[in-house]
């Protein structure tokens, strides 16, 4: 029996799977009214920093220091913003690993047992609220990240190098990567991150990076996990890629640093595209690779 190839929209829509209102109004709506929205602050004049799926809101072991309004579905920080805000960052980021820590230990939640030991931004790349990166799909907090494509330049043409996960990940094993990719960490720049992922991922030194990593543009998308991410399916995980491109000298080879990358391919871009169309690759990789080819400069 042939197996049906994915289109660039199947691609996008593999990712990006949040309704949009100007596609379905009346599914956006219905998905929209049944989250939870999570507020950084008790003042109900700010955004929502996330959104949390009722049976989550239900299984967190909030205490008293948190507002948990289930007719209103609204899960706010008990706490009144001093004088200066880095006090009340600093609380609110207590506050949060106390409550995700004794989920943890409660083991209230699968997706914890995979605790990264890494902070992530609660509201933004310049945020002063962080939380621990396991539990963003908890709370539906966007996080960021950086993809590199690395490619080489010569007579046969343009060619990527293209790593393979590590098939004992608790994410997307066994799948296929971008260059290099990783999460944006609290405290992090886009370049910064690059330059630690670059190094760990592929072992490019810092000034590789610095000097010949062009900043290509973002790309934004609003993902709902599934049995590939690990943990519990259904998570949301709205996220924002900085994407970067490289041009290697032909004498210049990435080599795994890390447990994290098996090996590394050079391969051409028809290969690329024949991966992308079998669903060979992590999707969001996937969505940055596909984005490469539609948009430019492949």
């Not at 046969?156 to 999460?183: C, E």
Request: net charge negative; glycine share 6%.
């Amino acid at each position: 029996m042939a197996v049906r190839l994915k289109t660039n929209l199947d691609i996008v829509n593999d990712c990006d799977r949040f309704p949009y209102y100007e596609n379905d109004p009346s599914r956006y709506k219905s998905t929209l009214s049944s989250l939870y929205l999570f507020y950084h602050a008790e003042d109900e004049a700010v955004n929502p920093s996330g959104y949390m799926l009722d049976w989550v809101v239900k299984q967190m072991p909030w205490n008293e220091k948190w507002i948990v309004d289930h007719e209103k579905k609204t899960v706010r920080p008990r706490l009144k913003n001093p004088v200066t805000g880095a006090i009340y960052a600093q609380s609110l980021t207590r506050l949060i690993e106390e409550t995700v820590l004794l989920a943890k230990e409660k083991e209230s939640f699968k997706v914890l047992k995979g605790w990264r030991n890494e902070l992530y931004p609660v509201t933004g790349l310049s945020s002063e609220i962080s939380m621990e990166r396991a539990a963003s799909a908890l709370f539906g907090i966007n996080s960021y990240g950086v993809h590199l494509t690395a490619y080489t330049q010569g007579e046969d043409g343009m060619k990527i190098w293209v790593p393979r996960r590590q098939a004992h990940k608790s994410t997307y094993g066994d799948m296929l990567d971008n260059t290099v990719a990783g999460g944006i960490g609290f405290g992090e720049t886009a370049i910064d991150s690059l330059v630690r992922e670059a190094e760990e991922e592929a072992s490019f030194p810092e000034d590789l990076i610095r000097k010949h990593a062009k900043l290509c543009g973002t790309v934004s998308y609003f993902m709902i996990r599934d049995e590939r991410a690990g943990g519990e399916m259904g998570l949301l995980q709205p996220e924002c890629q900085f994407v970067y491109d490289l041009q290697l000298d032909p004498d210049v080879i990435p080599k795994p640093n890390d447990d994290e990358v098996e090996d590394f391919q050079l391969w051409s871009i028809e290969k690329v595209q024949t991966a992308l169309a079998e669903d060979q690759f992590k999707p969001n990789c996937a969505l940055v690779r596909d984005d490469g080819f539609v948009c430019g400069p492949y």
